[in-house]
């Protein structure tokens, strides 16, 4: 079956860039999508296809993507930001759907 | 505004089943696919199954299937997952979320609260 594979956690201090990339052979194919999770609460897309920031969402994320692989990137911390961060795509079908297993973003 | 609400968790023996229940309102629910997504306690987003605008087509992740069944009612705006010979391992949150789907991208654009389900004797 198809996996998106993440890094476990990202550590950053508080005005750092923090960078969490996602991997998957289908993703030159089907668009990626960036879900921030906090404790107790259901998930927020915080980067559609890709690169696309939705409205609301503050303009310190960003999402990118190259080749098997799609980045998001959040520049200047904030203590906010702490959460579970999830990848989402598709299969190379566009049948099922697939999470990466999640990074864990600590604010230090 | 578009509003998801779970219902039907609870603790269920292993073998035993459970049908769970989603009401969405603020939107037109038959224009849209929709899905369940379920999470284990301290564990990543899994999804489950999601089911066309129309409940003709249905798709299932592989570990539920030939035991959990998608459904929904357009007339009362309402999602259902019946979950049959449940494990331990299907112990989780279970989401109904909204989804969007075309070529080349599929995603969930609102999400439910959820609603815990717990399998053990």
């Known amino acids: 079956s198809y996996e998106l594979t993440q890094p476990p956690s990202v550590s950053v201090s508080p005005g750092q860039t923090a960078r969490i990339t996602c991997s998957g052979d289908a993703l030159p194919k089907q668009h990626a999508y960036w879900y921030q999770q906090k404790p107790g609460q259901a998930p927020v897309v915080v980067i559609s296809k890709d690169s696309e920031r939705p409205s609301g969402i503050p303009e310190r994320f960003s999402g990118s993507s190259s080749g098997t692989t799609v980045t998001l990137t959040i520049s200047g911390v904030q203590a906010e930001d702490e959460a579970d961060y999830y990848c989402?795509?598709?299969?190379?079908?566009?049948?099922?759907?697939?999470f990466g297993g999640g990074s864990k973003l600590t604010v230090l | 505004e578009v509003q998801l609400v779970e219902s039907g968790g609870g603790l269920v023996q292993p073998g035993g089943s459970l049908r769970l229940s989603c009401t969405a309102s603020?939107?037109?629910?038959?224009?849209?696919?929709m899905s369940w997504v379920r999470q284990a306690p301290g564990k990543g987003l899994e999804w489950v199954a999601d089911?066309?605008?129309?409940?003709?087509?249905?798709y299932y992740v592989d570990s539920v299937k030939g035991r959990f069944t998608i459904s929904r009612d357009n007339a009362k705006t309402l999602l259902y997952l019946q979950m049959n010979s449940l494990r331990a391992e299907d112990t989780a949150v279970f989401y109904c979320a909204r989804s969007r789907r075309s070529s080349g991208w599929y995603y969930f654009d609102f999400w439910g609260q959820g609603t815990l389900v717990t399998v053990s004797s």
């Open positions: 603020g939107f037109t629910f038959n224009n849209y696919w």
């Open positions: 989402q795509s598709a299969d190379r079908s566009g049948t099922y759907v697939v």
């Open positions: 089911i066309k605008q129309d409940g003709s087509v249905k």
